[in-house]
C-alpha cells in the first residue's frame, strides 16, 4: 500500500529512508522539477569515461529508469554489462537518484551525436537591426557622412545598406 507523503516540504536527501515501493511514481513529478538533470548531463564524462561520453549521453529519466542514448547499438550493449557500476559512480554524484532511478535503458540513435557542433564550428550569426534601433541609427548616421558627396539617391541608399549590413 502507497503511503502519503508530503513532497513539497520534503528533503530529497531524506528519499533513502523510504522504501520505493511507498512511493507514488505521479508525485514524483516535484522531485523532476527540482533536479538539475543538466548538472548529469554535464558530469557524465566524469561518470562513464572521457571517451564513452563521445558516443553516449543521459537523455531523460522516465518511471525508475534512466534513459541512455549512444551512437550504435555496440556501445549499449557494452555499457549494459557495467551498468550497475554505472549507477553506483551515478549515486555516489547524485544521491537523491538513489530512490529513483534502479535500470539503464539504452536508445541507439547516430545522429544524435553527428548534430552536435563543437564550439569552434559555432559561427555567431549576425542580428538583424531594427531601423529604430540606436545602432542603426548610429550606422545609418556614419554611412551618410561617407557618402555625402555621392548624389544618385539610389546608389547612396545601396551604399548605406551595405555598410550598416557590414557592420
Do not use: C
Not at 507523503?5 to 516535484?30: A, C, V
Amino acid at each position: 500500500m502507497f503511503k502519503k507523503i508530503n513532497f513539497k516540504g520534503l528533503n530529497y536527501k531524506e528519499l533513502d529512508q523510504y522504501d520505493p515501493h511507498d512511493l507514488k511514481r505521479e508525485n514524483m513529478h516535484s522531485f523532476y522539477q527540482t533536479f538539475d538533470f543538466l548538472e548529469l548531463v554535464k558530469r557524465w564524462p566524469e561518470i562513464i569515461g572521457e571517451n564513452l561520453s563521445l558516443v553516449t549521453s543521459p537523455l531523460k529519466i522516465k518511471g525508475d529508469s534512466l534513459i541512455i542514448i549512444s551512437k550504435h547499438s555496440s556501445y549499449s550493449q557494452n555499457i549494459s554489462f557495467l551498468s550497475e557500476e554505472i549507477k553506483l559512480k551515478i549515486f555516489k554524484s547524485f544521491p537523491e537518484l538513489r530512490p529513483i532511478i534502479k535500470k539503464l535503458n539504452f536508445m541507439t540513435q547516430e545522429s544524435f551525436f553527428n548534430e552536435k557542433a563543437t564550439p569552434d564550428e559555432i559561427k555567431p550569426q549576425k542580428l538583424k537591426l531594427h531601423p529604430q534601433d540606436p545602432k542603426f541609427k548610429i550606422l545609418k548616421l556614419e554611412a551618410e557622412r561617407l557618402f555625402s558627396d555621392i548624389e544618385d539617391t539610389e546608389l547612396k541608399a545601396m551604399l548605406i545598406s551595405i555598410f550598416i549590413q557590414s557592420k
